[in-house]
């Protein structure tokens, strides 16, 4: 972690001389939720004639979208001076601005991964019926460039999500109740504080414990308070007193998790250095035609080929030791003795969806019990 790095603490003031004194190359995670520019020209009524509470703050007003864009420019472009060449950043934004920012970005170099849309279950309704309930805002997750590596922790996400791989549309409630950040009079004290829950899954899917996360529109708080929670480092920008306050009493609040959760959950997986299969074999930890077992099955093995794929044994029958590489089979039809292919095409065969094959095959170990070949490649790492 950079030492210049202000850690754990909201800075206040303009958001673009701030992003300046942050050293670059130093931010693992923003989340960037900025200005919307909805061109309020006049106040709202419900048909009631009671006043709608819309976002008709002075940080949302612009002269001009020439105005808008300058300045979404020049924040984006000092993130991205921030922003590690193994970081990601995320925008969030409504049909007024999100088309807007996103092509300002993609001109600054970034590199687009997904857009997800927010669908809101409790959509304030269009009071006049005069358009559709607008019930969604769009985040666009990008990294620094094409080609860079970043953190996705997708193991993660589906734990979250029953183990069934997380979509691209998330259906989350607006901010309400106790979460919803009030002043002495029971108003809202921000216009737009976000949901936790949202946060939560941003920074639960792409950034590690320890990992620095930025937030340029600090607002209320929701990304500081959920980056303490889940035990990463934060830096918080903030012009407004009122939000700078209201959001260091509901930091301080927050009870990080215990430490030893987040041991041994995959997350950090992609900064360990790749190795292939093959490196098992040259480097004698597994041996050419060495049988392997799936899923601890022992009714179904394969045999190790000396160009690191597997060729499966006939069902039920296990290899009884090494083989001659110019004996072995390459086709044959699922479950026959023959069928050829790595360790993750035959254990998605197997299994019949999309298999990793490190935590599904097994060797036999001197204790003469099956272990994860994960365990050699681990041991092959140190």
């Known amino acids: 972690m950079d030492p210049a790095l202000p850690l754990d603490q909201i800075l206040q003031g303009d958001c673009l001389e701030l992003l300046d004194t942050l050293p670059a190359a130093s931010v693992d995670l923003i989340f960037a939720d900025p200005p919307y520019n909805l061109q309020l020209s006049q106040q709202l009524y419900r048909p009631d004639n009671s006043r709608v509470d819309a976002v008709d703050d002075d940080w949302d007003q612009f002269d001009s979208f020439a105005e808008y864009d300058q300045f979404t420019h020049n924040w984006l472009a000092a993130c991205r001076r921030l922003l590690k060449d193994s970081g990601s950043i995320w925008v969030i934004g409504t049909y007024h601005n999100i088309f807007r920012l996103g092509a300002i ?5 970034f590199w687009f991964l997904n857009d997800v849309v927010w669908l809101k279950v409790n959509p304030m309704p269009n009071f006049h019926g005069v358009r559709f309930t ?5 985040l666009i997750w990008a990294c620094q460039r094409k080609g860079a590596r970043y953190t996705f922790n997708h193991h ?3 734990r979250l999500n029953d183990d069934l791989q997380m979509r691209s549309d998330w259906a989350i409630p607006l901010c309400t109740g106790e979460e919803r950040l009030k002043d002495g009079d029971g108003k809202k004290i921000h216009s737009t504080q976000k949901p936790e829950a949202l946060l939560y899954r941003v920074i639960s899917a792409t950034s590690r414990p320890g990992d620095m996360v930025l937030d340029p529109f ?3 708080g929701t ?3 959920v980056a303490k929670k889940l035990r990463r480092h934060w830096i918080g920008i903030e012009r407004d007193p009122l939000y700078v306050q209201a959001a260091a009493r509901r930091i301080a609040a927050v009870t990080a998790a215990p430490e030893d959760l987040f041991e041994e959950t995959g997350l950090r997986r992609r900064r360990e250095p790749r190795l292939p299969f093959g490196a098992l074999l040259e480097n004698g930890l597994l041996q050419p035609g060495q049988s392997l077992y799936f899923r601890r099955d022992r009714q179904v093995s394969a045999r190790v080929r000396p160009d690191g794929y597997l060729t499966l044994n006939a069902s039920g029958v ?3 030791g090494p083989v001659e590489a110019a004996g072995v089979a390459t086709a044959g039809p699922v479950g026959a ?3 050829t292919g790595s360790i993750h095409q035959l254990g998605t065969r197997l ?3 999309p298999c990793n094959g490190w935590d599904d095959w097994y060797f036999e170990g001197a204790d003469g019990a099956l272990h994860p070949i994960d365990e050699l490649r681990q041991l092959l790492r140190k």
């Open 318 to 320: 296990a290899a009884p």
């Open 218 to 220: 600090f607002g209320s």
């Open 351 to 353: 299994r019949g969806a």
């Open 156 to 158: 993660a996400m589906k």
């Open 223 to 225: 990304t500081g308070a």
């Open 337 to 339: 003795n023959g069928v």
């Open 134 to 138: 607008n019930a969604h805002e769009t």
């Open 105 to 109: 970005m993609q001109d600054l170099g």
